[in-house]
């Protein structure tokens, strides 16, 4: 396999003489996934606030042999003093596991000693469930980096390779995985015009291969945290209240944005950024500067008034994420629209130039998946020929019921969602495009999101047998479908 020649702006260099420690920030998938999120950039730029402290990045990939290097010098995992995981997607246990087994570390923190670099493990689904992780990481972390992340650094600078734990066990949202870990409580911002932002994002400007406009500009967060509350929601969840950057703030970030990543492509960051009070004059703001800018999926009740602005920007396609079909379901599960209210704002998207529209379904939101499915059919169809220019994009995955939601304890009949899937094939409109997240891998994601410890071993297993889906089966003993419904349906 050729090996790609990655060129980026705004890498982080640090001479090896003035650093005395090496942290890895490991993002357990390929890189243009964790390109194309901000989480990455942005403990990049938290990381290496100290001058003492160099942190390079680390990704996962399937089609390169040998142990995983990182981007910046090439270091291997066992080079470094730290490794921070960041985990986004309960299925890149498996890839942090392969990584490990690809460096030699190993993977019970039982079995490492002062020799090997100390495992730190972040993100959404360790927050909630850190459970499937405990036996191999030494510290969880919960909750916003940069509330702590200078005194993180302080911690580090000032500790010896002895006492490091210690010295990071101190620092407020660090949890140790060797004692019982009962109740984790996020560490929230409450002001976002306080925070250390990049300005200058490191980027790619060549050597890609996939998702390139994704990769290609600034990301700017406008606010974090989501006040609608969806019971599936993992993040609505976690990241409460809602915060907002001012508009100045904004305006600041989007001038110095645009020169320092030398870009004028903004992707616009949020839980619901259409929900942001002063929206239309950010995007206006955009629009003035001639920037051009991407949407997250747009509630449909808040973001009518957008539409205008949208065309105004040359932006043709949009996602929005009614989830369900029915207004009953989409109520009980705390989704506050309807059908006609997604009808009339896809018409005005129709009617303000928008070319291509994504919308995201859930399907398992009820426990009457035939007319769930139905339903999606339905509305598909109705949608097709009341926007008949429109090219419709839907995607559809199955509910993955995550720990800490309100939906943590229902149990979701997989093989049900199948024949619903099936049902949804045949029934979609052939001008619609479908995108259907393979149920059989939603089983073994939500095996990951609700299951304990019990795992680990398990999960070690199929890492060492290359992460397949064959391997899942076989080491569950199982199709992963049924695994769930015996062991976390009750
Ligand atoms: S509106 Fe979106 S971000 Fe907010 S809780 Fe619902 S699904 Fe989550």
Known sequence: ??????????????????????????YPNSYSIGMSGLTVKFLYHLLNQ???????????????????????????????????????????????????????????????????PLLIAGGPTVTTNPEPLLDVV?????????????????????????????????????????????????????????VNYPTAQVRPISGWRDRKGVLDGYFLQVSR?????????????????????SLINLFELIDNGAKETETNFFSLIGSSTADYSQIIDLLKYLIEKEHKFSLPSIRIDSGIELLEQIRRSGLRSLSIAPESASDDVRF???????NS????????????????????????????????????????????????????NVSVTPLIPKRGTKLENLCVNYREIQAGFRALKEGIPRSIRQKM????????QAILSIGGRELTPIMINIAENGGSYQSWKKNLDAEPIDYYLKHYCF
């Open 437 to 444: 997240f393979p149920v059989h891998w939603a089983a073994v």
């Open 332 to 338: 009980k599960v705390g989704k506050k629209i309807t």
């Open 50 to 116: 100290h001058r003492n402290i160099y942190t390079e990045r680390v990704f996962f990939s399937a089609d390169l042999p040998g142990p995983p290097r990182s981007i910046e010098t090439g270091k291997t995992l066992t080079q470094f003093d730290l490794l921070a995981f960041s985990f986004q997607f309960e299925l890149d246990y498996i890839n942090a596991l392969k990584m490990l087994l690809r460096s030699n570390i190993p993977v019970y923190s039982r079995d490492r000693t002062s020799d090997h």
């Open 225 to 245: 945290g989501c006040v609608h509350g969806c019971h599936f929601c993992l993040i609505g969840k976690i990241f409460r209240p809602k915060r907002e950057r």
């Open 341 to 392: 209210q997604v009808y009339d704002f896809v018409k005005k998207a129709e009617q303000n130039q928008i070319q291509e529209l994504k919308i995201y379904f859930i399907l398992g939101l009820s426990s009457n998946l035939v007319s769930e499915s139905h339903e999606i059919i339905n509305f598909l169809h109705n949608l097709a020929e009341l926007c008949s220019s429109l090219r419709l």
């Open 138 to 194: 030494d510290v969880i972390f919960s909750g916003e980096f940069e509330v702590i992340s200078k005194k993180f650094l302080e911690a580090i600078i000032t500790s010896k390779h002895s006492n490091i734990l210690e010295e990071i066990l101190s620092v407020p949202g660090f949890y140790s995985s060797h004692e019982p870990v009962t109740q984790i409580t996020p560490l929230i911002t409450s002001n976002l015009n306080d």
């Open 1 to 26: 396999m050729r090996k790609i020649r990655l060129k980026e702006i705004n890498v982080i260099q640090k001479s090896i003489h003035d650093t005395q420690w090496r942290i890895g920030l490991v």
